[in-house]
């Protein structure tokens, strides 16, 4: 029958040869598991942020362009002021490329695009984004980057 131990106040608990070590490695373990985690959340967080912002500035780009083209108030300008919009809502983003935003005026949802419009057509607004991970948090995922598209739809006064 082994001794009993009495322990003291103050004397340390004497431990198996090798448990210090063990408790360390576990320590780290979950270390790693719980960073991982926080990495994870605050990685879907912007994700998130991401596409509502792209959603949004596609609204505000669909809003600002919902007039039919006059002479005073040309296609171009109303491009514009779509772009301008777009890249006001998305500024904490960059700068959106003008390859991105997509404009499309047309008469009925069946239409083509760039027909004549008129008040009762409709502007379609995409926007296309790249959104890309930190590039550690994105190697754990197997991604560098996922595509978020915003869209929406207006009819010209």
Same mark, same amino acid.
Request: net charge positive; glycine share 10%; aromatic share 10%.
């Given at each position: 029958?082994?001794?009993?131990?009495?322990?003291?106040?103050?004397?340390?608990?004497?431990?198996?040869?090798?448990?210090?070590?063990?408790?360390?490695?576990?320590?780290?373990?979950?270390l790693?598991?719980?960073?991982?985690?926080?990495?994870?959340?605050?990685?879907?967080?912007?994700?998130?942020?991401?596409?509502?912002?792209?959603?949004?500035?596609?609204?505000?780009?669909?809003?600002?362009?919902?007039?039919?083209?006059?002479t005073?108030?040309?296609?171009a300008?109303?491009?514009?002021?779509?772009?301008?919009?777009?890249?006001?809502? !998305?500024?904490?983003?960059?700068?959106?490329?003008?390859?991105?935003?997509?404009?499309?005026?047309?008469?009925?949802? !069946?239409?083509?695009?760039?027909?004549?419009?008129?008040?009762g057509?409709?502007?379609?607004?995409?926007?296309?984004?790249?959104?890309?991970?930190?590039?550690?948090?994105?190697?754990?995922?197997?991604? !560098?980057?996922?595509?978020? !598209?915003?869209?929406?739809?207006?009819?010209?006064?």
């Amino acid at each position: 029958m082994p001794p009993a131990i009495q322990a003291t106040a103050g004397a340390p608990i004497p431990r198996a040869r090798g448990q210090r070590g063990q408790a360390m490695v576990e320590f780290a373990v979950a270390l790693l598991f719980f960073v991982g985690m926080l990495l994870a959340i605050f990685e879907g967080a912007r994700l998130v942020a991401t596409f509502f912002a792209v959603a949004n500035a596609a609204a505000d780009g669909a809003r600002a362009g919902a007039f039919a083209p006059t002479t005073q108030l040309p296609t171009a300008t109303l491009d514009g002021n779509v772009r301008a919009a777009v890249r006001e809502t !998305t500024s904490f983003l960059g700068t959106i490329p003008d390859a991105s935003i997509t404009i499309c005026r047309r008469t009925s949802p !069946t239409a083509a695009c760039g027909t004549p419009v008129r008040s009762g057509s409709i502007v379609d607004v995409t926007i296309d984004y790249t959104f890309y991970f930190v590039p550690f948090a994105g190697g754990w995922l197997g991604l !560098t980057s996922v595509p978020v !598209t915003g869209y929406h739809r207006v009819q010209i006064d």
